[in-house]
C-alpha cells in the first residue's frame, strides 16, 4: 500500500508540472529580469588573459610562458579542434548548443521532472554558456540566486560574444587540474600534441576531465579517468556522433599516466623575443621548429661527449634573406653543470684563426693577392719581436694563397695583415656591423690575424653570410613580424673578392667522412683552446658553431677542426639537399700563377720603394659625377703617386689597365660603388672606395 501511495503521489506531481511551472516560470523571468537590471557590467579582461606563445615562421608553438598567476593558458580557435572533440563536447555537456539563448529551457524542464520523479537531483541544466559564465566570474555559493546569477551572465555573455565566442572562450578556461586550463594546454599536458592531432580516446578523455578536473586527473587517479573517458565515449556512440565499433576502440587505448613538459625549442631566442617587447602575446619567429628540433639533440649529444662543463652553441642563418632559421644558444638550457641559461651565440669569444678569411679578402680586393699569388710560409720576424708560427709547429715553404688559407697557415696571414694593415681591416669589421672587442689598453695588431680580439657567434655568422651573399652583409632578421631590412647593406668584401675566398675555402680539406669540396668552411682555435669555431656555408645557408666552456677556462684538445668541424658538418647535413656553390661573378679572375699579371705572381715583403704608392685620385670616399643618370659615363681619371713603374690598376680585384706611367683612364659601365686599386711593380698597393654617379 505505502509504494502505490509513492507511485500515485510521483504520477500526480508529474501531471501537476505543467501547471505547476507556469507561476514558477513567470516569476523566474521576473527575477532573472531584476538581476539583469541590477547587475554590473561584464568584465572579461582576466578571462580573456592568455599565456604569451612564442611560435616559429609556420605558426608552431616554440615555448609558453605562464601567466602572470602561474597558469597554463594557451590561446585556441575553435577551427584549430579536433571536429571530434567539439562535437563529442556537445553532445555529452549541451546538445543545444547551438539553438539556446544560453540557457536551455527544456534541459530545465527535464531536470526537474526528473527531479519530481525521482526524489533526487538526477541531471542538472547547466549549458556550456552558464560554464564558462562560472569560470568567468567564480563564486562560492549554491543557491537560486546565484543560479539565476549564472544564467543572466550566460545569456549576456551569448548575446554579447556570439557563440563562437563562448565556445572560445570555454577552450581557453576549462579546467583540466592544477595550473592546466584550456584545452590547448591541457592537450600539450597530457599527450604531447596539439588540439588538431589529438586520437578519439584523447579526445574523449579532454571533454571528460573539466567535470571534475582534480579528480580524474590522469596523473593522479589514471583509473577515474578512464571510466571518465568510457562514459564520454558510450554517449557520444549512442547520440550517433561516433560509430560505436569506433568508440570500443577506443576504450582499449591507454589513458597517460604522467604529465609531460610543454615545448621548450630555441628557448633562448624565445626568451630575448618576450624581453625585448614584452607587452605582446604572441610572437612569431623565423626559426624552423623542425631544424630547431633536429639540431639541439645534436649539439648537446656533441657536448656531453667531448666531457662535463661544456657547452655548445650554433646558429643557422638564410642567406638571401637574412632570416635566422636556427639559433641553438647552449647543450641544454636546463643543464646548470655546463650554463646552460646562458646564450653563447651572444658570448664574446676569440674566434682564433675564424677571422682569416676576411683578411685574405681585404688583400684580393686590394690587388695585393689572387688566389694562386705565390706567398712564403716560412719562419718569419714582425717587428721586433713577433714571429707566429703554424698550429703544427711546422712551415709549408712556397705556397699559393689559396693552400695557405685552406691549411690556415699563420705566417702567410700575419703578412698579409701587415699589408692590409691592422686597423683597417678592424675598420672594416665594425663597418660591416660586428662588434669587435680588444684586449684592454692594446692597440690594433697583427695578433688581430690570428684571433686576438673577442667577438660573438652570431657577428661572425653574420660576416660569413656576407661572403656567401657577394660581400654584402645582412642584417639578421629574426622576427617575421619585425621591419624588414633597409635597402643600403654594409659590405665586407667586394663581389670578386669575396668569391675567390668562397672558391678556396670550398677546397679546405673536410673532417674524415664528409665529402671533399661541397662546403666552403673554415674552423678556429682560440689561445690556450679555449674556444673551438666552425664556420660554413654555401648559396643557401650560412652554419656558424662553438664549443668551449662558457667560464672561458680551456679545454686540452678542444681544436676548432676535430671538434668543431664535425658538428658543422653533420648540422648542415640536416638543412636537407646538397651543398650549392656561390656563383661566380663574370669578372672573376681565374688564372695559374704563371697567368697572372707579374706583380701578383708572387708576395714580397721586403720590396716596397722609398717613396710609398697611394692613389692620388680619386680621393677615397669621393663621390664622382660622371654622369651615369643620362647614359654611359664618362671616363674616369686615375694618378698615382710614388711606386716602382709600370702600374696595375685594378677596379674590384679585376685588372683593367696597366701603364708605365702614374696616369691612366678607366671606364665605368654604370653607376654606384666601386673599389679601386693600384699594384706596381714591387707588389705595393693602395685602394680606395668611391661612388660612381
Known amino acids: 500500500m505505502g509504494a502505490r501511495t509513492t507511485r500515485m503521489t510521483r504520477r500526480r506531481a508529474i501531471l501537476a508540472l505543467g501547471g505547476l511551472t507556469a507561476g514558477p516560470a513567470l516569476a523566474g523571468v521576473t527575477w532573472l529580469g531584476c538581476i539583469l537590471a541590477h547587475l554590473p557590467p561584464l568584465d572579461l579582461t582576466a578571462a580573456q588573459a592568455r599565456s604569451t606563445i612564442v611560435l616559429d615562421r609556420a605558426g608552431t608553438l616554440l615555448r609558453p610562458f605562464a601567466t602572470a598567476d602561474g597558469r597554463w593558458r594557451l590561446p585556441l580557435e575553435p577551427d584549430a579542434v579536433d571536429p571530434r572533440f567539439l562535437a563529442m563536447l556537445t553532445a555529452y555537456e549541451d546538445r543545444r548548443f547551438r539553438a539556446h539563448p544560453g540557457v536551455d529551457a527544456m534541459a530545465l524542464l527535464r531536470a526537474a521532472g526528473q527531479w519530481l520523479a525521482a526524489g533526487r537531483i538526477v541531471s542538472g541544466a547547466s549549458t556550456l554558456s552558464m560554464q564558462v559564465a562560472r569560470l568567468v566570474e567564480p563564486r562560492g555559493e549554491r543557491s537560486l540566486t546565484a ?77 577515474a579517468a578512464r571510466r571518465a573517458r568510457d562514459r564520454v565515449l558510450d554517449i557520444a556512440a549512442a547520440r550517433g556522433v561516433v560509430p560505436a565499433a569506433d568508440a570500443t576502440a577506443a576504450k582499449a587505448e591507454p589513458v597517460p599516466h604522467s604529465r609531460k613538459p610543454f ?178 689598453d692594446s692597440a690594433p695588431g697583427l695578433p688581430v690575424a690570428l684571433g686576438g680580439l673577442g667577438i660573438t657567434l652570431t657577428d661572425l655568422a653574420r660576416l660569413y653570410a656576407g661572403l656567401a651573399r657577394g660581400g654584402e652583409v645582412p642584417v639578421l632578421r629574426r622576427r617575421l613580424d619585425g621591419p624588414a631590412a633597409g635597402a643600403a647593406l654594409p659590405r665586407i668584401a667586394e663581389p670578386v673578392a669575396a668569391w675567390y675566398v668562397a672558391d678556396v675555402l ?36 650560412t652554419v656558424a658553431v662553438w664549443l668551449g666552456r662558457p667560464d672561458g677556462a680551456g679545454v686540452p684538445g678542444l681544436v676548432g677542426r676535430t671538434a668543431a668541424a664535425p658538428l658543422l658538418f653533420d648540422a648542415v647535413a640536416r638543412l636537407g639537399g646538397d651543398p650549392e656553390p656561390v656563383p661566380r661573378p663574370r669578372d672573376a679572375l681565374v688564372a695559374t700563377t704563371s697567368a697572372l699579371p707579374p706583380p701578383l705572381r708572387h708576395l714580397r715583403r721586403d720590396a716596397g720603394p722609398t717613396d710609398r704608392l697611394r692613389i692620388a685620385y680619386p680621393p677615397d670616399g669621393a663621390r664622382i659625377d660622371l654622369g651615369a643618370a643620362e647614359g654611359l659615363p664618362a671616363g674616369l681619371a686615375l694618378k698615382a703617386l710614388g711606386g716602382t713603374l709600370p702600374l696595375i690598376w685594378l677596379v674590384g680585384g679585376l685588372p683593367v689597365t696597366e701603364s708605365d706611367r702614374r696616369q691612366a683612364e678607366w671606364q ?26
Open 668 to 693: 665605368p659601365d654604370g653607376a654606384g660603388f666601386v673599389r679601386i686599386s693600384v699594384l706596381d711593380a714591387t707588389g705595393a698597393s693602395d685602394s680606395v672606395m668611391v661612388r660612381i654617379e
Open 263 to 440: 615545448p621548450m625549442l630555441g628557448p633562448h631566442a624565445a626568451e630575448t623575443a618576450v624581453a625585448q617587447e614584452p607587452g605582446r602575446a604572441v610572437h612569431r619567429l623565423t626559426l624552423d621548429a623542425r631544424l630547431q628540433a633536429r639540431l639541439e639533440p645534436l649539439v648537446a649529444e656533441r657536448a656531453a661527449a667531448l666531457g662535463p662543463g661544456l657547452s655548445a652553441a650554433a646558429l643557422v642563418i638564410d642567406n638571401a634573406t637574412g632570416e635566422v632559421r636556427a639559433q641553438i644558444g647552449s647543450a641544454g638550457y636546463f643543464d646548470a653543470t655546463r650554463s646552460g641559461a646562458i646564450d653563447m651565440t651572444a658570448a664574446v669569444r676569440s674566434p682564433g684563426s675564424a677571422l682569416k678569411p676576411f683578411v685574405y679578402a681585404m688583400a684580393f680586393e686590394s690587388g695585393l693577392a689572387h688566389p694562386e699569388t705565390l706567398i712564403e710560409d716560412r719562419p718569419s720576424r714582425f717587428g721586433a719581436s713577433y714571429a707566429p708560427e703554424n698550429f703544427d709547429l711546422t712551415f709549408q715553404g712556397t705556397v699559393t694563397a689559396r693552400r695557405a688559407l685552406q691549411l690556415s697557415l699563420n705566417v702567410p696571414a700575419v703578412e698579409l695583415m701587415e699589408a692590409v694593415g691592422p686597423a683597417r681591416f678592424l675598420a672594416r669589421l665594425r663597418s660591416a656591423g660586428a662588434s669587435i672587442l680588444l684586449p684592454r
Open 506 to 541: 670550398r677546397g679546405t680539406p673536410p673532417p674524415e667522412s664528409a665529402l671533399p669540396n661541397r662546403l666552403a668552411y673554415k674552423t678556429g682555435t682560440s689561445y690556450g683552446y679555449r674556444d673551438a669555431w666552425a664556420v660554413g656555408f654555401d648559396r643557401r645557408y
Open 147 to 223: 543560479k539565476l546569477r549564472q544564467i543572466a551572465r550566460a545569456i549576456a555573455l551569448e548575446r554579447r560574444l556570439g557563440k563562437d565566442g563562448v565556445l572560445r572562450l570555454y577552450l581557453a578556461l576549462a579546467p583540466y587540474g592544477g595550473p592546466v586550463e584550456g584545452l590547448r594546454a591541457a592537450s600539450l599536458a597530457y599527450f604531447g600534441r596539439e588540439p588538431a592531432r589529438l586520437t578519439l580516446a584523447e579526445a574523449a578523455l579532454l571533454v571528460a576531465l573539466p567535470q571534475a578536473p582534480e579528480g580524474r586527473r590522469p596523473d593522479r587517479f589514471p583509473e
